[in-house]
């Protein structure tokens, strides 16, 4: 079943304790991309990658890492959480980027951190 | 920049009437794509219908139609024969090539009532 999958779904965590979350698909996508959703905010883009080693900011990259070493794992990294960074994650993959494709959603992850 | 606007936070329809959902966006790029998203209890992201900016035609999926005013950067959502399960948050979204980010609409939710 083609599908994106995150780990873990539900995270509570402390202020400042690193912490990763996974996200993988199995499309053999090129572009995948992580988004948070807030109240009031909709989804907004944290990072986005085209291939892999090829990863890029969108609109609110402050305070988050990631990496594209394979091209089915696209992790998020938050090096020292803060609690302005609890939220509701997603991870998406589509084949190649480009508008016309279909974005696959993961089923999210939802951080509080304390 | 690109924005999108959504003014509605909540709206109701009862069940087998028409709702329709207001968008606008911000772009000063030519070359778009424009989305509607379906975000149920299950928080998963379900793609409803998408529309390419160089196409005048309105897209149409079953029972959801969009009215595309380009000049007037307007992209609303028409429900028709609203179904208790059509009960979700909508986030209409927009993606252009260059620069491969996507941006998201604070989100409308919809409630059907019987």
């Known amino acids: 079943e083609a599908q994106v999958t995150q780990n873990p779904r539900y995270l509570i965590t402390v202020t400042g304790k690193k912490l990763t979350v996974t996200c993988s698909q199995n499309m053999n996508h090129e572009y995948m991309s992580w988004y948070r959703q807030d109240p009031g905010l909709g989804l907004r883009q944290i990072y986005y990658s085209m291939n892999v080693e090829v990863t890029d900011k969108g609109d609110v990259p402050e305070g988050y890492k990631v990496s594209r070493k394979e091209k089915r794992n696209f992790p998020l990294i938050l090096e020292s959480p803060s609690p302005n960074q609890t939220s509701l994650y997603f991870c998406a993959s589509s084949p190649t980027g480009f508008g016309i494709e279909t974005q696959y959603f993961g089923p999210g992850t939802r951080l509080l951190v304390l | 920049a690109q924005t999108v606007t959504q003014s509605q936070p909540e709206m109701s329809v009862q069940e087998a009437e028409t709702v329709t959902l207001s968008c606008t966006y911000d772009?000063?790029?030519?070359?778009?794509?424009l989305f509607w998203y379906k975000q149920p209890p299950s928080r998963q992201m379900i793609l409803v219908i998408r529309?390419?900016?160089?196409?005048?035609q309105n897209a149409t999926e079953n029972r959801f139609s969009v009215n595309f005013q380009k000049a007037a950067k307007s992209f609303s959502l028409k429900i028709s024969d609203s179904q208790l399960g059509d009960a979700a948050m909508y986030f209409c979204a927009s993606y252009y090539n260059y620069g491969q980010n996507f941006v998201f609409g604070p989100g409308t939710r919809l409630s059907v009532l019987p």
């Open positions: 529309q390419e900016a160089y196409k005048q």
């Open positions: 772009t000063s790029e030519s070359d778009y794509y």
